[in-house]
């Protein structure tokens, strides 16, 4: 059996910047953005509760629900086995996602399967990604930002049916924005505040650790991040 020390350093270099990544392929221009619903027709949060992931997934497509879905390319749903243990959910999709219809790509995306492959799991096996919002928000200047509170409340019904189609055994709250949110807590709270314990959500454990994007940026917490997962793995062998 590794040690715990041993286990960080292979974590460690899992998470390494490493070699330069090349950016994949994006949605052909002439790609039409999904077709919108009469606003009339957007379901209601107890509709959104008996849907299966066909239903669902339809839905999210086509939601009118927030303006997030003026300026979208796609929808992005999720990705991954819908009977996973493990739920990672982040905040929005970016630029790369908002093109590919899939969370987490780019860097950060690539940061994020190592953070998985260092704890044993892969994209798509016993790992599940999701975002609080399923539309790109976008400033005035065009770039990515985080969503409002209104935005993120506008989704919630989607990742929540999605958290009970799935029945995962552990959450694991990907930055400021996703842990809010799943929280039910103050915007003002910092992510330093919500580390190093397990929370709850609908009964499930839930852990905050820090976003991939944020950890891109800001390299030396990247340990930090490892013991958050240390304690995701302690909640996971606990559920069981």
Request: with cysteine; charged share 20%; hydrophobic share 40%.
């Amino acid at each position: 059996m590794t040690s715990p020390s041993d286990r960080r350093a292979v974590f460690l270099n899992e998470m390494g910047v490493g070699p330069l990544w090349v950016r994949r392929d994006a949605a052909p221009a002439s790609a039409a953005s999904e077709p919108l619903m009469p606003a009339a027709a957007a379901p209601s949060a107890s509709e959104i509760a008996e849907m299966d992931w066909t239903q669902l997934q339809a839905s999210v497509a086509s939601c009118v629900k927030c303006g997030l879905c003026k300026n979208r390319t796609r929808a992005v749903f999720g990705v991954g086995d819908e009977k996973a243990k493990w739920l990672f959910i982040g905040e929005g999709p970016g630029r790369n996602e908002d093109l590919q219809g899939e969370p987490f790509v780019g860097p950060a995306g690539k940061l994020l399967d190592n953070m998985l492959r260092a704890i044993g799991l892969k994209r798509g096996d016993n790992a599940y990604i999701a975002n609080i919002v399923k539309c790109r928000p976008t400033g005035a200047d065009g770039k990515d930002r985080a969503p409002t509170p209104e935005e993120a409340a506008a989704c919630m019904p989607y990742l929540q049916r999605q958290i009970e189609l799935i029945e995962p055994a552990v959450i694991v709250a990907l930055g400021k924005t996703a842990a809010l949110s799943l929280l039910g807590l103050d915007q003002n709270i910092a992510v330093a505040q919500l580390r190093g314990k397990v929370h709850r959500y609908a009964g499930l454990p839930l852990v905050v650790t820090y976003h991939p994007a944020y950890l891109l940026r800001k390299l030396s917490d990247k340990g930090k991040s490892w013991s958050d997962l240390c304690l995701a793995m302690n909640a996971y062998a606990n559920s069981r």
